[in-house]
């Protein structure tokens, strides 16, 4: 009697690597990324997105921006699109060469010490709809955090889209658990926030006689 094993996964800087090929003509366009990315082009895409929040001091709106690019991506995956959609001319657009070199070798590097600690577990549940969603519905309410003018506010709700996006692009239900950690702790800071400010609200009230 003969047994199959099953193909291992492939490891997520090859499949980063991959992505950044050059077709014959030279050239890196984003549509052929997100195409060869396949179902963990949203991991892909939440990363990319979130480590720009890690700069302490982020010049105005950017926070906002990434919140709402971090929101449409989300939604997408609320709506259960197999990869994420862009307009044609988003699509179009070709990378530059140096952004290429400096994925190809800085993001791949970075990819390979995430590999250290992060690889597939949990395959079935991390590619589950309904945990996709929930994780989607996450992002969202941690983007809409990061786009608040609340100060100190930006590298948490990031490092937990960052950990989602490492555990959807890597297939990693730790790593998405440990997203979800985070964005509770995000939403309680927010509650214990919202209530310390109803509070101080209350007592400038009847301090004034209101």
Do not use: C
């Not at 600690?117 to 992002?139: D, K, T």
């Amino acid at each position: 009697m003969s047994t199959q094993t099953q193909p291992s996964e492939p490891r997520l800087s090859e499949i980063f690597a991959r992505t950044l090929d050059v077709n014959e003509d030279g050239v890196v366009v984003l549509g052929e990324v997100l195409d060869r990315a396949g179902d963990r082009g949203y991991g892909f895409l939440l990363i990319l997105l979130a480590i720009p929040a890690f700069i302490p001091v982020l010049p105005p709106g950017t926070s906002g921006v990434l919140g709402a690019l971090m929101t449409l991506v989300a939604l997408q995956m609320v709506f259960g699109l197999k990869q994420p959609w862009f307009p044609k001319r988003w699509r179009a657009k070709v990378l530059s060469p140096k952004a290429v070199r400096a994925l190809q070798t800085q993001g791949v590097a970075l990819l390979r010490k995430i590999e250290k600690v992060s690889h597939p577990r949990g395959r079935r549940f991390a590619r589950n709809g309904l945990i996709l969603r929930l994780s989607a519905i996450l992002v969202i309410g941690l983007a809409l955090v990061l786009s608040s003018p609340m100060p100190f506010m930006n590298t948490l709700p990031a490092l937990g889209v960052l950990l989602i996006g490492i555990g959807l692009a890597n297939h990693d239900i730790y790593f998405i658990a440990a997203g979800w950690l985070i964005s509770a702790v995000v939403m309680l800071i927010m509650v214990l926030g919202v209530e310390a400010l109803l509070r101080l609200w209350r007592a400038v009230r009847e301090a004034i006689g209101f």
